[in-house]
């Protein structure tokens, strides 16, 4: 693979520009407190990755044990220190951004703005790699604790955008809405903090190896176990229930390499 010129470009509102064929509409305003500063990455070849720049805090994570379709995995409830800002996706990584960076297309439902599926979690990996060389950035899959924090923007309800199955409708694709396949990104009801398809289209990979319970989970960026068997992938998809695609809801028992026609992935971003 030649080697790109390094551009990153750090944008203010500005990402409409680069992502024109996108049907979504711009993140709304941040709430108070909130800082709006997006970073925009550019893949080469005209694409762009739009990320903005998620706050630090604390939440609670996994969910409490009344939570309706609560699976044992999500416990116990316990709260998490975020302790520095990162930059997350706004969208799930594209079929058009995957190929600018690798050159592949693996994905089954083809489409430049679907999102790219049929990718492992070593894949994943590979492609943040490629992205830190080409943009100078520290490119990598959101831990499990980020991911949860990001998918909640600030909501304790089943979900981070609505807290009903039949209003998911309006913010996720489902496998009661999806007719079976994945769709461009973008185009459902984004959370507070901007981000879209967190719930559905396709599961997301996280850095983290799985643990079955939260019991021993630390309390200040938890990474995960250091070592395991599976991995974690977040948010549910296009072939699950909407109740598989509850903020909480963990995907497991797939090991690094193998790879499904209902797994992306979004990537993270250091901030400093
Ligand atoms: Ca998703």
Same mark, same amino acid.
């Given at each position: 693979m030649k080697r790109m010129p390094i551009l990153?470009?750090?944008?203010?509102?500005?990402?409409?520009?680069? =992502?024109?064929?996108?049907?979504?509409?711009e993140p709304p305003q941040a709430s108070a407190g909130i800082t709006s500063k997006q970073l925009t990455l550019d893949l080469g070849k005209g694409v762009a990755m739009n990320l903005v720049l998620i706050p630090a805090g604390k939440f609670s994570m996994g969910s /409490? +044990?009344?939570?309706e379709d609560r699976q044992p995995n999500e416990g116990p409830q316990h709260e998490v220190t975020i302790s520095k800002p990162f !930059?997350?996706?706004? !969208? +799930?990584?594209?079929?058009e951004q995957y190929g600018?960076?690798?050159g592949a297309n693996p994905s089954n439902f083809k489409g430049a703005q679907n999102p790219v599926e049929q990718v492992s979690c070593d894949e994943a990996v590979e492609f943040c790699k490629k992205l830190s060389a080409k943009t100078g950035k520290a490119v990598r899959l959101p831990t499990e604790a980020e991911w949860e924090y990001a998918c909640r923007?600030?909501?304790?309800?089943?979900?981070?955008v609505c807290d009903k199955d039949a209003a998911l409708d309006e913010c996720a694709w489902s496998a009661a809405n999806s007719e079976r396949k994945t769709h461009p990104v973008?185009?459902?009801? /984004?959370?507070a903090w901007g981000l879209y398809d967190m719930h559905g289209n396709? =599961? +997301? %990979?996280c850095n983290d %190896? !799985?643990?079955e319970t939260y019991a021993n989970a630390g309390a200040l960026d938890p990474q995960g176990p250091a070592s395991g068997t599976f991995r974690v992938l977040r948010g549910g998809c296009w072939d699950f229930n909407p109740q598989s695609c509850r903020s909480a809801f963990r995907h497991i028992f797939w090991t690094s390499g193998y790879r499904n026609g209902t797994f992306g992935f979004r990537v993270a971003v250091e901030s400093k």
């Open positions: 990153v470009v750090l944008a203010l509102c500005s990402f409409a520009l680069h =992502h024109a064929k996108v049907s979504a509409k /409490p +044990e009344g939570e !930059y997350v996706g706004v !969208y +799930e990584v594209t079929q600018a960076v690798t923007a600030g909501t304790q309800t089943r979900f981070g973008g185009q459902k009801k /984004p959370n396709v =599961h +997301e %990979w %190896w !799985y643990a």
